[in-house]
T-cell receptor, first 111, second 116 residues
Framework: RKEVEQDPGPFNVPEGATVAFNCTYS??????FFWYRQDCRKEPKLLMS???SGNEDGRFTAQLNRASQYISLLIRDSKLSDSATYLC????????????FGTGTQLKVEL | DTGVSQDPRHKITKRGQNVTFRCDPI?????LYWYRQTLGQGPEFLTY????????KSRLLSDRFSAERPKGSFSTLEIQRTEQGDSAMYLC??????????????FGSGTRLTVV
């Protein structure tokens, strides 16, 4: 079983739609959680950290459920420019801050 | 540019050849990481340094791979006797570890290796 699991997609949605991505992680020692965005043939870039209380950044909302080891990302009013791969990322306690990535979920926002 | 720099951006090599990649981290960052990403997968951790000390190596890092950070600044990743399965994007990242915190985790643009 992979340490971080995501549905690879692709998710094809019309502009303006709301889309949700889910992720599960297997290591209960995981300490920090993130969503990264990766454009085609580019490096991953931090989209947002994920906190237990849930957090929002503009059109993006992230949720963490430690009991279920489940992370989610909600994108509202999706834009063409949101088209990318969204990577779910966890960081183990005491792991030297090495990051463990999911395979990523591909999003395509269409006109 | 004060980001993480990687060189070269692209490398095509014949099977069996040795290749070396370089990473220049953000100057004040004391941690440096190497990851590998193959098509359709997320990046996978290979190794990391704190200053010049290599503190962890993944099982993915076979004997053909070696990484150095001799002066605690730039790092090199060498792959000896390349195989077609080594074809991937090699990503470098750096961060500042201070106390219990880790700050400014930033990736470079990567080196795309193709072994033919």
């Amino acid at each position: 079983r992979k340490e971080v699991e995501q549905d690879p997609g692709p998710f094809n949605v019309p502009e303006g739609a709301t889309v949700a991505f889910n992720c599960t992680y297997s290591n209960s020692a995981s300490q920090s959680f993130f969503w990264y965005r990766q454009d085609c043939r580019k490096e991953p870039k931090l989209l947002m950290s994920v906190y237990s209380s849930g957090n929002e950044d503009g059109r993006f909302t992230a949720q963490l459920n430690r009991a279920s080891q489940y992370i989610s990302l909600l994108i509202r009013d999706s834009k063409l420019s949101d088209s990318a791969t969204y990577l779910c990322v966890v960081n183990e306690r005491g792991g030297g801050n090495k990051l463990t990535f999911g395979t990523g979920t591909q999003l395509k926002v269409e006109l | 540019d004060t980001g993480v720099s990687q060189d070269p951006r692209h490398k095509i090599t014949k099977r069996g050849q040795n290749v070396t990649f370089r990473c220049d981290p953000i100057s004040e960052h004391n941690r440096l990481y190497w990851y590998r990403q193959t098509l359709g997968q997320g990046p996978e951790f290979l190794t990391y340094f704190q200053n010049e000390a290599q503190l962890e190596k993944s099982r993915l890092l076979s004997d053909r791979f070696s990484a150095e950070r001799p002066k605690g600044s730039f790092s090199t990743l060498e792959i000896q006797r390349t195989e077609q399965g080594d074809s991937a994007m090699y990503l470098c990242a750096s961060s500042l570890a201070r106390g219990r915190g880790n700050y400014g985790y930033t990736f470079g643009s990567g080196t795309r290796l193709t072994v033919v």
